[in-house]
């Protein structure tokens, strides 16, 4: 396959809310394979809509979508774009609804035709690949914020999506889950389309940037990993400072 295949075309795509709030105004975005997508914007922008918009969450309004080379509309569009496309929610309970982790896992392998067994198998292939083996018997509403959201992604990456789109994945992270989670998304052979406000965990997550302002979406060669100059107590003293994520 070409390193350049078109997976997502938006192209002029608005959207508003009943009420008339505009979110997407003559939005354009073009996700390659392989590419590592970072989408910054504050929370309200439009990052949420238009990955609700490219799963087939909400009805496009006008523009055009094409996923896979194929221009999508209705529903049954969406039904082969979502067996591809894996979407891990900002809200994780969203999409944990099993009594247990073992159950929220192999629950999208058995929806893709998998035998209990076979399910099985991948859910628990899939939760020893991100670090936490022993979580199969923990019951889902239990879990602490940041472990629902290794369970979500878990639940996601159990699919064998070609293609991951994470909205606002650190919202309410400790630093350690955060580097945990970025451990993960670099370990990972898939096309990513990333959202955030946060541009340090962004920086090492993706490669390419845009950033949303007035209902539009611009590329934002500016956002580069760089350095601080800073002033604090004790800063005469030969000293480090830790990477948070890397």
């Known amino acids: 396959m070409s390193m350049c295949e078109k997976i997502i075309e938006i192209a002029d795509v608005s959207y508003s809310y009943p009420g008339g709030r505009t979110v997407l105004e003559g939005t354009d975005l073009v996700v390659n394979r392989h590419d590592r997508i970072g989408i910054i ?16 969450l909400i009805p496009r309004q006008s ?23 894996g979407y891990v929610f900002q809200n994780s309970e969203d999409q944990l609804f099993c009594p247990t982790v073992m159950e929220d896992v192999a629950f999208g392998p ?8 076979e399910a099985r198998e991948i859910a628990v292939k899939t939760l020893n690949a991100l670090g936490i083996p022993d979580f199969g018997n923990r019951i889902s509403h239990k879990l602490s914020h940041g472990e629902k959201k290794l ?6 990456l159990a699919m064998g999506p070609e293609v991951l789109i994470l909205d606002e ?9 955060k580097k945990r989670l970025m451990d993960i998304i670099n370990g990972l052979d898939l096309t990513l389309v990333l959202a955030s406000h946060e541009v340090d965990f962004m920086s090492g997550a993706a490669q390419t940037f845009y950033a949303f302002a007035g209902g539009r979406m611009a590329k934002a060669d500016h ?24």
């Open 169 to 177: 994945p650190t919202a309410g992270l400790d630093n350690e889950t």
């Open 41 to 56: 914007g504050p929370n309200g922008c439009g990052k949420t809509t238009l990955f609700h918009l490219i799963m087939g």
């Open 110 to 117: 058995i929806n893709l035709g998998r035998t209990p067994a």
């Open 151 to 156: 369970v979500a992604m878990a639940s996601v």
């Open 223 to 246: 956002i580069v990993p760089h350095t601080h100059t800073h002033i604090h107590a004790g800063g005469d003293f030969s000293h480090l400072h830790e990477d948070k994520y890397t």
């Open 63 to 85: 523009g055009c979508i094409t996923i896979f080379g194929k221009a999508v509309h209705k529903e049954e569009d969406f039904i082969g774009v979502r067996r591809r496309i």
